[in-house]
């Protein structure tokens, strides 16, 4: 079971990682001119698409520590959190798209502002996609922090009920 002490160092780091991946999507584009900055730039968005990795990782051993999960009943909780689930790895795999056609491009010719359609077009879906995913993860992981997840309960037991019939 996921005690309070506990639970708030979890929530902590996941806000800690949001605010990583905030951080790095709203500063990232005005920092492009010097190859130096580029480096650096490098390395700041590979490490918060490792940073939304950790969260996805920390989502998931949240999900396995819950009694619901426990007693089996794995598809309520993807049920439940499919929404989050799903939008994570869509923001994931176009953070990581982006990403690399960014630095294609720029890696190049840093002194240009080469915007293609495609680009711009991944742009706005990566960073449309990373407001929902601030959202959805954020409730998720306040939602977890619901003793019916962690202990058994009537609520359980209807739903355990349910998936037998």
């Known amino acids: 079971m996921l005690q309070t002490s506990n639970y708030s160092l979890v929530l902590s780091l996941q806000f800690l990682l949001l605010s990583y991946d905030l951080f790095v999507n ?3 584009e005005l920092l492009r001119k010097a190859p130096v900055i580029q480096l650096v730039l490098f390395m700041c968005v590979h490490i918060q ?3 939304v990795l950790f969260n996805i990782i920390i989502i998931f051993l949240m999900f396995f520590n819950t009694f619901v999960f426990q007693a089996g009943l794995v598809n309520l909780l993807f049920h439940k959190f499919k929404g989050t ?7 994931f795999a176009l953070s990581i798209s982006l990403h690399v056609w960014v630095m294609n ?3 190049k010719n840093s002194n240009s502002f080469i915007w293609t359609d495609g680009l711009q077009t991944l742009f706005v879906f990566q960073r449309l996609a990373a407001v929902l995913y601030c959202y959805f993860y954020k409730r998720t992981a306040i939602r977890l ?3 019916h997840f962690y202990q058994d309960s009537l609520w359980l037991r ?3 009920m349910q998936v037998r019939r």
């Open 26 to 28: 709203s500063f990232s």
């Open 49 to 51: 698409d490792i940073a």
């Open 145 to 147: 922090g619901d003793p």
């Open 85 to 91: 689930i799903i939008l994570t790895a869509v923001y």
């Open 158 to 160: 209807k739903e355990f």
């Open 105 to 107: 491009l720029r890696w």
